[in-house]
């Protein structure tokens, strides 16, 4: 066992891990943060997205001791019952969920997405990269959330949840 400590939604925790465990699973299994979701356990699903120093990650890909004394954000970071993170009030306006069990990392990765975009960075579809703003197309959004998948096809009103915030 090695001892790791994550700073995770603003607490600082110090954990005994097996250092081949990953962070999805401290954070599931150790920590009891349930609301990343281990879906393909893969990389390829984007259910287990979190956020590390404001970049999306997959959890399920990362080992927990990689990110020591690193902020990691989870869901249950982003927003409380009682006072919602924009994006997520904007997730239940714009009917942006059905099952729910993507929902988290979509909203972590959109989190991360935007961070990314105002930062300036293109995507594959950027149409001029000398350009000084990215306009935050329909196609711009649907490229960068392309590593999160929807099963219950939800796409539409999860491009609008991010459009809405984004203005």
Known sequence: MTPVKLRVNGTTELLELDPRVS???ALREHLGLTG?????NQGACGAC?????????AACLALAV??????VT???GVGRPDDLHP????????????CGFCTSGQICSALGMLGEHRAGMPSAVTQHLDA?????????IKERMSGNLCRCGAYEGIVGAIQE???
């Open 36 to 40: 990343t979701k281990k879906g393909c």
């Open 49 to 57: 997205t979190v956020l590390v120093d404001g970049e999306r990650i």
């Open 66 to 71: 990689q990110y020591a004394g690193r902020d």
């Open 87 to 98: 994006l997520q009030r904007a997730f239940v306006r714009e009917d942006g969920f059905q």
């Open 132 to 140: 000084d703003e990215i306009p935050l197309t329909e196609a711009e």
């Open 23 to 25: 962070l999805l699973d």
């Open 165 to 167: 915030v984004a203005r």
């Open 74 to 76: 989870t869901i249950e």
